[in-house]
């Protein structure tokens, strides 16, 4: 009989954290002269009608699924999308402050949105540079990459072996999946709101699954 080769099927490692990262639902709008509510320097909006459908759908997405913990960030935002999915399994989320929003200093609270709309210069030097930095008072890029990886690592010391859901932010998966695979730190901050990606964490590489799965939200 002759041998066969069949193709390489990915398996999760023994000692790796099976991490499906969510972005959460879409938060009311920015308008100008008006901030949002602040926690700890960071705009802290509440989810739109549309967010909460998109929470709605992730947690009708992951109801079946098997999770050993559920994460969210400081922010309420995070709470909320996370909120049905953790009804559903009757687990209560643990925060991980590392993995909170980019630090958008004066543009913090709202302001940002209208800037980038506008094509403020920062921003589109920000764009072209992929350095957060140049928005005023803002945490550098490097600043931001630093805390994320050292949120990964800490999930990685803590979950070794299992699976959990994480509910973060844009510019957070963006960041993610620029440590995992080394794209420049702009090329992947476009997840939408309430996309689902796979990240598959071990001490000698992350694994990138999956970006932006949006299949629930019937885009």
């Not at 100008?32 to 320097?41: I, T």
């Not at 935002?77 to 953790?86: E, F, I, K």
């Not at 990459?145 to 299992?162: M, S, Y």
Request: charged fraction near 25%; proline fraction near 6%.
């Amino acid at each position: 009989m002759t041998k066969e080769y069949p193709q390489h099927r990915f398996v999760v490692p023994k000692d790796a954290v099976d991490v499906l990262f969510i972005r959460h639902g879409e938060t009311i709008p920015a308008r100008p002269g008006v901030s949002f509510p602040m926690k700890d320097g960071h705009g802290n909006p509440p989810l739109h009608p549309r967010g909460e459908a998109q929470a709605e759908a992730v947690g009708e997405r992951l109801r079946e699924e098997r999770f050993d913990a559920l994460y969210v960030t400081s922010l309420q935002r995070t709470h909320q999308t996370m909120a049905p999915l953790a009804k559903y399994l009757g687990m209560t989320p643990v925060e991980e402050p590392d993995l909170r929003e980019i630090r958008l200093g004066e543009w913090d609270g709202g302001l940002y949105r209208i800037k980038s709309a506008e094509g403020a210069p920062e921003f589109l030097r920000a764009k072209a540079e992929h350095e957060w930095g140049h928005i005023p008072g803002a945490e550098t890029t490097a600043e931001l990459h630093e805390r994320v990886e050292r949120g990964l690592w800490r999930l990685l010391d803590n979950h070794a072996g299992e699976r959990i859901a994480f509910c973060v932010h844009g510019g957070v998966v963006g960041a993610i999946m620029s440590i995992a695979t080394g794209c420049k730190p702009f090329a992947m901050i476009g997840a939408s709101n309430g996309s689902i990606s796979r990240v598959v964490l071990t001490k000698d590489r992350f694994f990138v699954r999956s970006f932006n799965d949006c299949n629930h939200l019937g885009e």
